[in-house]
């Protein structure tokens, strides 16, 4: 288990000589695998001489919308032993600031448009655009663009230093929805054993035919790097490229391209099932949802408009390189609820988060797992490492769930996230499941509303289906006719539309702010 092979080395040995690897859904450019071999090496090369200067542990940061050239920056520095770091290109200024000031970049990949929200090169940070060429009004920074790169001749020789498996590959972020915002340092063998686990659970092989992938979850975000690392390092997919979701130019791409995986989060599927008429999907045969919980309606209502596709589930986290567990078949996710069956080379366990005791089936407590692809540790932050992974590699997920007689996950809620009434604690996610349930309701989101006497109290915000007038009171007694008293509803508003971040969850922080600022 402790060759000496980095995610390059992997590539090399999966050449998938006719196959294309990337393709442009915008503009139509494809690379085919020797192309971006080739390219990958060359980039190497020129990323390791100056003035780039790019060594084994320093960190080069990627800030870029969805690309084909994301995929070429990422191998590349990877190869040299340099640790990527990604930001979203939503993000403010002042969050990339804080971003850079603490992973400490020498080198940046990102687009012409992105660049003024990089700090002021003052630091030495030296800039790759990802652009065809430079001009004469670039600024200083930008000493080369990934074209440039990309064409240098390739020199093995370069890469001098060794890299291995224990090596820290990538430093993301994880997407800051229940606090700050932390640095995820996972090594090659993460990432090698996530792009080997969803082969393997997703049945995508690709033996005797290829899958053309499409990219549309942020490559930014964990979810978005490993489906990218999972076609080009490991089954030779065809990686479809879409700089950004919307719903027409995804339907075009799967369309045009033969997509026949695609990777998605709940809000999309949303959008496909809430489609009048059910939408031309070509080869499409398998979806992938991940990120955040999908409710039976939204299983039932896409089997029943796309029996063709078969639906599959991720859960996971950031902490462990994406998926922790996973659905694989159209039979498992009919267990309506289920996260699905524990990752291959996983251990878990189920544990009570007052007492740190290990729990029996169907108990609900703290979900901790262990494997190959658990992060390394948080970056420059032994406290919050130590309470996240035990000393013998336990990660602690954050997650209250349980898991049934059969090995079946179930998500009850995230920890930090229970609202707090009297002594008790009530779980968001289930009242969303269940207001989701009402035929009027088209989305929801529960959040904790602060209250001088009883702690807090469940406020549900509802997004109601067109032409419903279904009130607040009516909504809040379909609640307490099904659930026990402290979990009712006791306020309720209406929206427009819920807030929700790039991986699909409810940007609960937001709402608690729009209620309480009301106060
Ligand atoms: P932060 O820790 O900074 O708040 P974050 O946890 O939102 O960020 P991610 O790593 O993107 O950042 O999210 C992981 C979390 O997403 C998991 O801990 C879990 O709560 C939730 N999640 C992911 N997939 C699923 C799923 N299939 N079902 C339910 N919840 C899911």
Known sequence: ADRDLDVVAFLASRRHAGTVALVDAATGRRVTFPELWRAVASAATALAAPPLSLRKGHVALILSPNSVHFPVAALAAMSLGAVITTANPLNTPA????????????????????????????????????????????????????????????????????????????????????????????????????????????????????????????????????????????????IVVLSKYELPEMLRAINEYGVTYLPLVPPILVAMVAHPKPLPLGQLRKVLSGGAPLSKELIEGFREKYPQVEILQGYGLTESTAIGASTDSAEESRRYGTAGLLSPNTEAKIVDPETGEALPVNRTGELWIRGPYVMKGYFKNPEATQSTVTPDGWLKTGDLCYIDEDGYLFVVDRLKELIKYK????????????????????????????????????????????GSNLSEREIMEFVAKQVAPYKKVRKVAFVAEIPKNASGKILRKDLIKLATSKL
Not at 101 to 130: E, I, M, N, Q, S
Not at 190 to 199: F, T
Not at 426 to 453: G, Q
């Open 423 to 466: 002594g008790y604690q009530v779980p968001p996610a289930e009242l969303e499941a269940l207001l989701l349930t009402h035929p009027e309701i088209a989305d929801v989101a529960v959040i904790p509303f602060p209250d001088r006497e009883v702690g807090q109290f469940p406020m549900a915000y509802v997004v109601r289906k067109k």
């Open 95 to 238: 969050e990339i600031a804080k971003q850079v000031a603490d992973a400490r970049p020498v080198v940046a990949f990102t687009t012409r448009d992105l660049l003024p929200k990089l700090p002021a090169a003052g630091d030495g940070l030296r800039v790759v655009l990802l652009e065809p060429e430079r001009l004469p009004s670039d600024p200083a920074a930008v000493v080369a663009t990934i074209e440039e790169i990309s064409a240098t001749p390739p020199d093995p020789a370069r890469r001098r230093d060794r890299v291995t498996q224990d090596d820290p590959a990538t430093l993301l972020y994880s997407s800051g929805t229940t606090g700050p915002s932390k640095g995820v340092v996972a090594t090659h063998r993460s990432l090698i054993s996530m792009v080997q686990i969803i082969m393997t659970r997703f049945r995508l092989e690709g033996a005797d035919r290829t899958e053309a992938f499409l990219c549309t979850v942020p490559m930014f975000h964990v979810y978005g790097l490993v489906a990218f690392a999972t076609g080009l390092l490991g089954c030779g997919a065809t």
